[in-house]
């Protein structure tokens, strides 16, 4: 089956240094989806990507969707303490959708 | 998300009972998911619905059903049979068939067995 993994699992950051996010799969994927998840509250839906290779942007965070359609990053540059929170990437394949386990960002003040 | 409610918040059960978790929603989307949520795990499939009446196992189906006889609604029951059911249940939608589309959650329901 498919295999999913995100790392770090946990990241404490001072605000205002960078945060990455990972994730990796084992198999090609059709397309990869991130979510973000506050404390308490419930995933909402980032961002896309589709093409291998491809960039997205979006203010702070800076998607990545590797060349071999394999593995993603997610970038926050300068954090602020509104990014915590989990990131999930989820991903499909053979018409299936699998989220990682996520990486919980703490920003320090 | 703002169009899909998930009824109640918190929910406690004795051991042995059967409850159902409510979720409705008004965005027109096709299909409705149930997701499992553990503490430091991603989300787990439970079941799906993509039209009305009828739904599908997901990953974790075993313990739970799901019935959709509405396009607006698409309860959880959470059986006796569910060994350790203690998690916080989040309800999906997306707007067309396709299990890869972009997900709506709701605010979820976290079930607590005592």
């Known amino acids: 089956g498919q295999q999913v993994m995100q790392i770090p699992q946990y990241q404490h950051v001072q605000e205002g240094e960078d945060f990455t996010t990972y994730c990796n799969s084992s198999t090609t994927l059709s397309n990869i989806q991130w979510y973000k998840q506050r404390p308490g509250g419930h995933p909402v839906f980032l961002i896309q990507l589709v093409k291998s290779g491809e960039v997205k942007k979006q203010k702070r965070l800076t998607f990545q969707f590797g060349e071999a359609k394999k593995n993603s990053s997610l970038h926050i540059t300068a954090t602020q303490t509104t990014d915590v929170g989990t990131y999930f990437c989820?991903?499909?394949?053979?018409?299936?959708?699998?989220f990682g386990t996520g990486t919980r960002l703490t920003v320090i003040p | 998300d703002g169009g899909i409610t998930q009824s109640p918040k918190y929910l406690f059960r004795k051991e042995g009972q059967n409850v159902t978790l409510s979720c409705e929603q008004n965005l027109n989307h096709d299909a409705m998911y149930w997701y499992r949520q553990d503490p430091g795990q991603g989300l787990r499939l439970i079941y799906y619905?993509?039209?009305?009446?009828?739904?599908q196992k997901g990953d974790i189906a075993e313990g739970y059903s799901v019935s959709r006889e509405k396009k607006e609604s698409f309860p959880l029951t959470v059986t006796s049979a569910q060994k350790n059911p203690t998690a916080f249940y989040l309800c999906a939608t997306t707007p067309g068939q396709g299990r890869l589309e972009t997900q709506y959650f709701g605010p979820g329901t976290r079930l607590l067995v005592l």
């Open positions: 619905s993509q039209i009305v009446n009828d739904f």
């Open positions: 989820a991903v499909s394949w053979a018409n299936n959708l699998f």
